[in-house]
């Protein structure tokens, strides 16, 4: 059994290949190729771009693929989304579609595009969205660079953000949110019927996940003496509780935990004045609920 997978091509790409390398998947792309190679002998992977990728997975070119709920609804496609997996190319934020216009317009709700250009790459979500607003507006396909548009070569964009940073580099201001969108792992519903490849799937949605659970934790390990245990444990968060285990030394115990790397730089100074000795911080790759 091969179980085809599409990745994102573009600015998704080095995080997702990111995440499967922490998920137990080694890919190895060359610089011009489509057709990566990963160290699972069931998988075979190609590139596509997001925008695309719907339709391939649900015409059965791959079995399923990762890509955005954004385009998924723009494409209307006859997919199943499998689940979601949080995580983009720079934060873990959802991924906006604003409507925005530049800072200067007198434009301060949908209400006011009326008769107006919009520019985008969404269109038809863009326009369910006019739809509802009961908005008349031409929206134009934009092939790129839609942040430079507005106000000469459109009234407004509707344009992705993750931190807002382009969209104020380029003096816009956000008018309203068309639509919010995560990563989703969706597949082909006949691939889904069969068993051998929807076990794949399965297996490949929670090593995925659990990686994504990692990404902001450390684990933390301790020696602690029985007179300051009490005392240590209280100040550690943890998924459950802390692994306590004796050590070969009587009245000594090492403690192990799961935590937030946020947290760390300003716990380990609490732990050390609590008694804790010999703290250990490493890295994770996944943490599975």
């Given amino acids: 059994m091969i179980l085809k997978i599409a990745l994102p091509k573009g600015s998704l790409e080095e995080a997702t290949f990111q995440l499967f390398e922490k998920a137990g998947f080694h890919i190895v792309r060359g610089a011009r190729s489509y057709h990566p190679t990963v160290n699972d002998p069931e998988l075979e992977i190609v590139l596509y771009r997001p925008q695309e990728m719907p339709r391939y997975v649900e015409d059965g070119v791959v079995d399923c693929g990762l890509c955005g709920h954004d385009w998924v609804v723009e494409n209307e496609a006859d997919v199943q989304e499998v689940c979601e997996l949080p995580y983009s190319k720079a934060t873990s934020r959802p991924i906006r579609w604003v409507l925005a216009v530049h800072e200067d317009a007198r434009i301060k709700s949908v209400k006011d595009l009326q008769g107006k250009k919009i520019a985008t790459e969404l269109v038809r979500v863009t326009k369910q969205y006019l739809s509802q607003k009961k908005v008349n507006a031409e929206v134009e396909f934009s092939w ?77 390990k301790m020696n602690v003496s029985k007179s300051n245990l009490e005392k240590v444990l209280k100040l550690l968060p943890a998924l459950r509780k802390p692994t306590v285990s004796s050590l070969s030394s009587d009245g000594w115990y090492d403690v192990d935990t799961v935590i937030d790397e946020a947290v760390v730089r300003d716990l380990i100074p609490d732990l050390c004045k609590a008694g804790a000795e010999g703290i250990i911080e490493y890295p994770l790759n996944k943490v599975i609920y």
Wanted: charge should be positive; avoid cysteine; aromatic fraction near 0%.
């Fill in 144 to 220: 790129g660079a839609t942040e430079v548009k507005p106000p000469k070569l459109a009234d407004a964009i509707v344009e992705a953000t993750e931190t807002g940073s382009s969209l104020q580099a380029n003096h816009l201001r956000i008018v309203d949110t068309v639509l919010v969108s995560t990563t989703r792992l969706i597949a082909n519903k006949k691939s889904l019927k069969n068993n051998a490849k929807k076990q794949k799937i399965d297996r490949i949605v929670l090593l995925l996940q659990g990686a994504i659970h990692a990404q902001d934790k450390v684990g933390l």
